[in-house]
């Protein structure tokens, strides 16, 4: 990066982060601040709902994926729309029915206080620790591939988050969200017409098409009934129907952001925005990872992507080793260039065993040096499909554009962490403080509520900071998430579907399904059982949903 | 902004929200489809 890409950086960011200032200057309301005095219009509640689900990591590892393992991973969003629906039709019309600020006041009026303060808890626990790994999982790589250091990166992605988000609650977010999607958007488009641009100095962008279709690239839909596999149609359409529900519905960073619209059917516009746009900005973004893979096969990428990994090596016996990986992977590239060049001009049968067997055997020089890695050091983390993304960006795009493409990467954290702590704050505003604290007053309320997106902003930057130390600590926090975020579903489908439920049996169980979830989890750690951890969300989702209509039928119903 | 304002629900061009959860599904499907042959054409 030189001084014109930090221009561009600094300047998108800051001239973000005071237009977010300028435009919510001189809020004096509660409602204001939480909800935007209900002003805001389709576009903007759709691009903020969207701009909340993709984080930094949607830019970072997604076209990473595609790199690796090819377009299965958009078969995961199939669920998306349908659930998207569901939200529009059964759960916007009782929140606006109501008037609630946040997800959980509507459980104490549809059953009681106490299940209320779960359902807030349950969130306040789950997004409070996804709020400090949403900073800081940019910011290990941004900061390991710039050279910058980690705390600051941390310190410049939470600051900048805090200073509008304190300052312009919810409608601050929402409206730099529409300028941090228009950043990350065109900057992808102009990244991809790059790397198509670079490709067609080789190949046409149709053979470049054909091409990774043969290498196993764009298998995209696959109708394949086996469990086992990681990405198919039913898994997407089942297992990502019910996250996104849960997502969606009940969590109250993406429910703050369509409450906040001027009427329910801008709202429900806003959310439908998404099920249309969700699947092509994902296949988008896939696809522009599988293209950096056919642009790798012009330009010569290094053999392993993590370069801090890779420096572990130095001066140990294996140095040498990877020396000689190195100059065989180099060796390989070339011959796979040759066989792909002829695949093009002759595609017949034989030209595509070749491709296949070249790109097959730079593929095994890359797993040798993985194992190296981990010969070197058993604890190495070897996964480097993170980092080609950056390392593409870095190494091929001009400089400016380099500015524009990390100023991407950071709109995108900032995106997603300032609806984090806005509803972190409301939250604990609403539900916790003006429910049994305040007496009422809308100005003085305001100021608590600013004052707790300060701390919750303060509690994401410690939490990012702290987890610097501990290489699995995003997988720990997505098994937090999962342990809780079943039990909250299930609580709100109860809500809206058996209508007989009261409050005791809901609570109660709640409770034994999250105790249950919790169970699961210390078993599978202690390896009595193996359960992967995306069950836990169905599980404590059936378990509340079975064990309330069984306790229900047990308690005596109330009035 | 009054309650009934605010409760305001007749979707743009259509008459319910009905028609519009249909298009948007029907819409899933077109995209499986499209992606199925996507992926068929390229293997």
């Given amino acids: ?559 | 902004m009054s309650k009934s304002e605010r409760e305001l629900d007749t979707p743009p061009y259509f008459s319910s929200w009905k028609t519009i959860y249909w298009l948007v599904t029907a819409f899933l499907v077109l995209v499986v489809v499209v992606l199925s042959i996507f992926s068929a054409v390229y293997q």
Avoid at chain 1, 349 to 374: F, G, I, P, Y
Avoid at chain 1, 462 to 491: C, D, M, P, Q, R
């Fill in chain 1, 1 to 559: 990066m030189n001084t014109l890409d930090l221009i561009v950086l600094f300047g998108t960011l800051l001239s973000i982060v005071a237009y977010g200032v300028y435009k919510t200057r001189g809020q004096n309301n509660i409602e204001g601040y939480l909800l935007g005095n209900n002003s805001l219009g389709w576009g903007t509640i759709g691009l903020s709902v969207m701009a909340t689900q993709a984080s930094a990591i949607t830019f970072i590892s997604t076209p990473g994926q595609g790199y690796e393992s090819g377009m299965g991973f958009v078969q995961n969003y199939f669920g998306l729309p349908i659930a998207l629906i569901i939200v529009s039709a059964v759960f916007i019309p009782i929140f606006y029915k109501l008037k609630v600020y946040t997800a959980y006041e509507f459980l104490e009026s549809r059953f009681d206080l106490k299940t209320r303060m779960l359902g807030a808890l349950l969130f306040l626990i789950q997004r409070g620790l996804a709020a400090g790994i949403t900073i800081y999982a940019p910011a290990i790589i941004l900061s390991s591939i710039l050279d910058w250091d980690l705390t600051m990166t941390i310190f410049i992605t939470g600051g900048l988050v805090i200073v509008y988000t304190v300052s312009g609650g919810t409608k601050a977010v929402s409206i730099t969200q529409k300028q941090q999607m228009a950043v990350i958007m065109a900057g992808m488009f102009i990244t991809f017409g790059v790397i198509v641009a670079y490709i067609t100095d080789y190949v046409s962008f149709s053979s470049a098409l054909d091409v990774a279709g043969k290498l196993d690239k764009l298998n995209t839909v696959d109708f394949d009934f086996n469990v086992e596999k990681r990405y198919t149609i039913w898994s997407g359409l089942t297992g990502g129907l019910f996250l996104a529900l849960s997502y969606f519905g009940t969590d109250q960073s993406q429910v703050q952001r369509y409450l906040g619209g001027k009427n329910i059917t801008e709202s429900r516009m806003g959310l439908m925005f998404n099920a249309i746009l969700k699947i092509p900005m994902q296949f988008f973004i896939l696809l522009t990872g599988v293209m950096v893979y056919v642009f790798f096969i012009f330009y010569t990428p290094p053999v392993h992507f993590k370069d801090v990994s890779v420096q572990k090596l130095n001066g140990t016996p294996y140095e040498q080793q990877y020396q000689e990986l190195s100059a065989k992977y180099e060796n390989q590239l070339s011959e796979r260039k040759n066989q792909v060049l002829q695949y093009v001009q002759e595609p017949n049968e034989l030209n595509e065993a070749k491709m296949l067997a070249a790109d097959e055997a730079s593929k095994t020089v890359r797993q040798e040096v993985k194992d190296l890695l981990v010969k070197a050091d058993p604890t190495i983390e070897t996964k480097d499909s993170d980092y080609v993304f950056l390392t593409f960006i870095l190494t091929y795009l001009p400089h400016g554009l380099i500015g524009l493409l990390i100023a991407v990467i950071f709109s995108a954290a900032m995106s997603s962490s300032s609806s984090e702590i806005n509803s972190l704050s409301s939250t604990t505003t609403v539900d916790i403080y003006r429910r049994l604290i305040s007496k009422g007053e809308s100005k003085h309320d305001m100021l608590i509520s600013k004052g707790l997106t300060l701390l919750w902003g303060i509690l994401a930057i410690s939490f990012a900071i702290l987890a610097k130390n501990s290489e699995n600590l995003i997988e720990a926090v997505n098994i937090v998430g999962s342990i809780f975020y079943g039990t909250i579903l299930g609580i709100f489908l109860v809500a809206f579907f058996l209508k007989k439920v009261q409050g005791n049996a809901i609570f109660w169980a709640a409770m034994i399904a999250q105790i249950t979830v919790i169970v699961f989890h210390f078993l599978t750690v202690y390896d009595v059982i193996t359960l992967g951890y995306l069950w836990y969300n169905a599980i404590g989702c059936l378990l509340t949903i079975l064990l309330s209509g069984l306790i229900q039928l047990v308690l005596p119903r109330k009035a």
